[in-house]
């Protein structure tokens, strides 16, 4: 019989549990590194970075998912999405990018890779030199797609251009401390996710 912890849970979940969150979380690495490598070759792509809570080390909390939460143990936090900053010369073709980013996870997947799909990611666009935030890149295939997501006024002023009501990006999410940038074509620096934490 397994070992059981003092809040009723077995050891043994909570290993497994723990195991599958930092699994996710350097699947999801992996997945920005393949992303931002097929961006490279775009043209209009200035830097990308990876924000969020996957751009910092692995972290416990109290998860809000039952029987941890309601017996208060502590996970590896868990990594839902991909966020992606991503700085751009020109917003025209940001349905080809999208399209870049969906065929890099699906090349990812198919050359042994972890599977991620596409709508696990969030890219925030933003302005070269000011890191004004533009919007987020839309995954809907037409635009505008006649969704209620598409209702928020501005979205789809510039195409696959998306906009969220009442939604600010906060500027510190781009802190150094807070960010890995993979790629700035300034530089030419190339940094890759995966390989940070070694």
């Keep these: 019989m397994g070992q059981v912890s003092k809040r009723g849970v077995s050891c043994a979940r909570i290993a497994e549990e723990n195991a599958y969150q ?9 997945a920005a590194d393949a992303v931002a490598a097929a961006w490279r070759k775009h043209p209009d792509v200035l830097a990308v970075a990876l924000i969020g809570s996957l751009a910092v080390r692995p972290f416990k909390e109290v998860p809000r998912f039952s029987p941890y939460r309601r017996a208060g143990i502590a996970l590896w ?34 050359n042994g890779g972890p599977s991620v799909a596409s709508h696990q990611t969030d890219v925030f666009i933003l302005e070269p030199a000011t890191d ?54 300034a530089t030419g620096q190339v940094n890759h996710a995966a390989e940070a934490l070694r």
């Design 22 to 30: 930092l699994r996710r979380y350097h699947q999801f690495r992996q």
């Design 77 to 110: 936090h868990e990594c839902k999405d991909i966020d992606l900053a991503l700085w751009l010369t020109d917003t025209r073709d940001l349905n080809g990018l999208r399209r870049t980013k969906n065929r890099a996870l699906r090349e990812l997947f198919e």
């Design 132 to 185: 004004r935030y533009l919007g987020r890149l839309c995954e809907f295939k037409t635009c505008p797609k006649a969704k209620p997501e598409c209702l928020v006024p501005g979205c789809g002023a510039t195409a696959f251009l998306q906009q969220h009501q009442d939604f600010r990006f906060r500027p510190d999410t781009l802190a150094a401390d807070r960010m890995v940038r993979l790629f700035d074509r």
